[in-house]
């Protein structure tokens, strides 16, 4: 009985050898076939698109960006991996489906937005305590030994008022103003009473005497 089943088992193995190695063939033809793979990302909150996202074919250098409609087109073969990443969107991952039938394949694909939160930095200009008391009674501010220094101050009023602006230094001067306004929109604006140079200007007038009450 035993040598009776391995000899159907080794019939049935020599009839169905054909049709295994046609089967492998099909299989390995249908893996190398490129697919011409588009898509379009979007939010899935706001079903916004999404532009600049990066998508790239795992364990390959190749891949594409999305444009700013969030349209997206890559060549792919079935059971590739492709991975979209972009700043401060999750990163997603899909697997090309090999059931697919045809040369081209279309899909939506959604990117939920992530949050990144930064550790707390501390910045401090001098290491001790003594050291920037030090450096803020002693410091230079720059324009002290300029060359309007020794001209009286009338003298520069009225060179400033004989140099006449043109339509360019105009348009310059009015957009500095609107950036000042907008830089600070939403916020309060800063006060000399922390800005160093001014402190400096103050110490230097105060030990110069220019401060002194003087008696009428």
Known sequence: MKKIVLTLSALLSLLMSPFLATAQSDSAERLDELIQFTGLIISPDSLQAVSNVNIRIAGTMQGTVSNDQGFFAVVVKRTDTLLFTCIGY???????????????????????????????????????????????????????????????????????????????????????????????????????????????????????????IQNE
């Open 90 to 212: 999750k990163s997603v991952q899909y697997v090309v489906p090999y059931e697919l039938t045809g040369q081209k394949y279309t899909m939506i694909q959604t990117m939920s937005q992530d949050t990144h939160y930064l550790a707390e930095v501390y910045v401090k200009p001098y290491i001790s305590k003594e050291l920037f008391e030090h450096y803020f009674v002693n410091l230079t501010v720059p324009g002290e030994s300029g060359p309007l220094d020794g001209l009286d101050p009338e003298t520069i009023r009225e060179l400033a008022y004989a140099m006449e602006m043109d339509g360019a230094d105009n348009s310059k001067y009015y957009l500095r103003q609107e950036a000042g306004k907008y830089y600070y929109t939403g916020q309060m604006v800063p006060i000399n009473l922390m800005n160093p140079f001014a402190w400096a200007q103050f110490i230097k007038a105060w030990k110069s005497g220019k401060l002194k």
